[in-house]
């Protein structure tokens, strides 16, 4: 017997050995001559065929955001944040998607084929579709981010998504609701609708005319699937690059009218200052490092690709930068694929970190040429005296500061 | 024949100003339905500050302190209003001469109008009934808040004529929202 048959007989043996020790699927050591296996293997399930799942060890998750526990002791889900800090690409996935309400919410199960949306008001054929028929109508589909107006990073917070969280941006698929407007007949001088959900609080909010039949979509999917529960199901109103609330959810009622209504949603925004009112409402130009961003660790100098997200509430995306100096240089990031309008945009750029103590930071500028500012021009531009603290006016898009320690280490650095 | 020709003309001329209407308004699909008068009237709850949508009704302040505790709102708001877990609805005691946006962020004193406090009572209240108040005891409910916050006196009588014509402390003190355009810029002069 040659010495090469002889070790393979080994071999056999010892193989038979190795497996009755084992129970089946448990994890196996690799083998001489074999390369190493995963973990286990997972026998099939209904529920994974049916509907997939993701690894058990991918564990990002949402969390409560803004101070109160979701849910909340009368069991309200109020405002909960995605974790930007995993995002790639541009999407959102439905479960991560951040979720607002105005009061606290519990989740209206509504049956679709129950549901129905009404438009009427000022127009001269009052409507009533069910979800079969609106999905009858012609359809558009878009990309656009929504973000909560209380968006606002401040020194207390630690990560990405404590700051930035209260942004998502999905696929939407939907009516255009100029569509059905315009199906319904609006009359002159119905400057707003009044756009109503149907839960508990039946949240209601005002809209002009002009952004009405501008681009705003009523919405029954969302990535490649039905609108979500907690996002809307089976109806939303999405409203592009206006502050969250405006984006009414479990919709059933359009009302063309006359007037501002002063909703309780309205009234929740109301303000003294003009120019608190106007930069409460369309957002502007916003970007946002999610890698590398604060909580998380470099494990030592070299290559990295920064990577972040931009958005704005006017348009696209039309250029972003980054500086690793904490402002006080600014290179371009690369845009990846194309910029849509008010949706987020992924940016890239190629660092070489040299180990010594860096901040980093990116701006955003769209295509209507609003520039996103740091802190200190918002102080600046309203007066402000410097060292005081503030709060920035309206929906708060200043420039996130993120400093990487020579240890690696990567920290808010909002003053 | 003449008859006929005159019967022809007259019967065109409703169908020509009807179609004339029709050119401008006319449904392009003709996906959906009419909704019956009857299922606009149960679902329009929207109510504006001029409050045509209001119902017929009245109620009091008396009346509404004995529904703000058999309704259980002082569960949640407390007993005065404040110091509960809900929202507070009296204003925060800063003296009578200030800037009413000094109350704190307080519906039945912040809101330029009474209409907004009558619609959310309506719509939204109370947690987990909403919906099962009548319109007089939203009348009575919101006249105990506004009561409360000095903005109408004991013994008002509220309803739907009433109520709009409240001169709430804000009034005329909020900023409105600007005109809004697609591709403007969020605030003129402002470059962020």
């Known amino acids: 017997m040659s010495s090469k048959q002889s070790d393979r007989r080994e071999f056999l043996k010892r193989g038979v050995a190795l497996a009755s020790g084992l129970g089946l699927g448990a994890a196996t050591q690799p083998v001489l001559g074999q390369l190493p296996g995963p973990e286990a293997h997972q026998h099939g399930t209904d529920e994974i065929v049916a509907y997939g799942k993701r690894s058990r060890f991918v564990t990002s998750v949402r969390i409560p955001h803004g101070g109160r526990h979701s849910p909340d002791t009368f069991g309200l889900d109020f405002h909960i944040a995605a974790p930007l800090q995993d995002s790639v690409g541009v999407i959102t996935p439905s479960s991560l998607h951040y979720m607002g309400t105005t009061r606290g919410s519990f989740i209206p199960d509504i049956d679709p084929d129950k549901h129905h949306l009404m438009i009427h008001g000022m127009v001269d054929n009052p409507l009533v579709f069910t979800m079969a028929e609106l999905k009858r109508m012609p359809s558009v589909t878009r990309l656009h981010f929504i973000e909560c107006a209380g968006n606002r990073s401040s020194s207390r917070m630690t990560t990405v998504q404590e700051t930035h969280g209260m942004t998502s941006c999905a696929e939407w698929t939907g009516v255009l609701l100029s569509t059905l407007l315009k199906e319904a007949g609006v009359h002159e001088g119905a400057d707003w609708i009044v756009a109503e959900g149907v839960e508990e609080v039946k949240g209601a909010s005002s809209l002009p005319m002009t952004k009405a039949m501008d681009d705003c979509l009523v919405c029954y999917a969302m990535n490649g699937e039905a609108v979500r529960p907690q996002q809307g199901f089976p109806l939303r109103l999405l409203v592009p690059g206006f502050e969250g609330i405006f984006n009414v959810k479990w919709l059933r009622r359009i009302k063309v009218v006359d007037q501002y209504y002063m909703t309780y949603n309205d009234y929740g925004h109301l303000t003294q200052d003009p120019a608190n009112a106007a930069l409460g409402y369309q957002i502007g130009p916003k970007s946002v490092i999610t890698y590398p961003s604060g909580g998380q660790q470099l494990p030592g100098h070299g290559f990295y690709e920064v990577s972040g997200l931009a958005w704005s509430g ?14 006080r240089t600014w290179m371009d990031a690369e845009i990846r694929g194309t910029a849509h309008p008010m949706a987020h945009t992924r940016f ?13 930071q990116s701006r955003c500028t769209d295509d209507i040429g609003q520039v996103q500012p740091s802190r200190a021009q918002v102080a600046e531009f309203w007066n402000i005296p410097a060292g005081q603290p503030f709060s920035v006016k309206g929906q708060d898009n200043s420039i996130q500061p993120w400093r990487v320690a020579s240890d690696g280490s990567v920290h808010n650095a909002i003053a | 024949m003449r008859l006929l020709k005159q019967v022809a003309a007259l019967s065109l001329l409703p169908l020509l100003l009807l179609g004339v ?11 959906g339905r009419a909704p019956t008068e009857v299922e606009v009237r149960a679902w329009d709850i929207a109510i504006s ?11 009091t302040v008396d009346k509404g302190s004995e529904l703000y505790l ?13 110091g509960g877990i809900a929202p507070r609805l009296v204003k925060d005691d800063v003296g009578p001469d200030v800037d009413p946006w000094r109350f704190g962020r307080v519906l039945p004193i912040r809101s330029p109008y009474a209409t907004t406090v009558w619609d959310f009572i ?22 105990y808040l506004l009561f409360l916050n000095d903005v109408i006196a004991d013994g008002t009588v509220l309803d ?23 591709r403007q810029p969020r605030l003129y002069g402002y470059p962020y």
């Open chain 2, 70 to 82: 058999s309704k259980a709102c002082a569960g949640c708001h407390g007993t005065t209003g404040s």
């Open chain 2, 21 to 31: 209407t029709a050119q401008a308004q006319s449904p392009t699909y003709g996906v």
């Open chain 2, 49 to 59: 500050p001029t409050g045509e949508e209001l119902p017929v009704g009245s109620g």
């Open chain 2, 122 to 143: 309506n719509r939204a209240m109370p947690l987990g009934q909403e919906g099962t108040l009548t319109p007089d005891e939203v009348y009575s409910l919101t006249a």
């Open chain 1, 348 to 360: 890239t750029f190629q660092w070489n970190w040299d180990g010594t103590e860096s901040e980093l």
């Open chain 1, 314 to 327: 006017g348009g696209a995306v039309s250029r972003v930068e980054v500086s690793t100096d904490g402002g």
């Open chain 2, 160 to 182: 739907e004529k009433s109520l709009p014509l409240i001169e709430m402390p804000n009034r005329d003190n909020w900023a409105q929202v600007p005109d809004w355009f697609p």
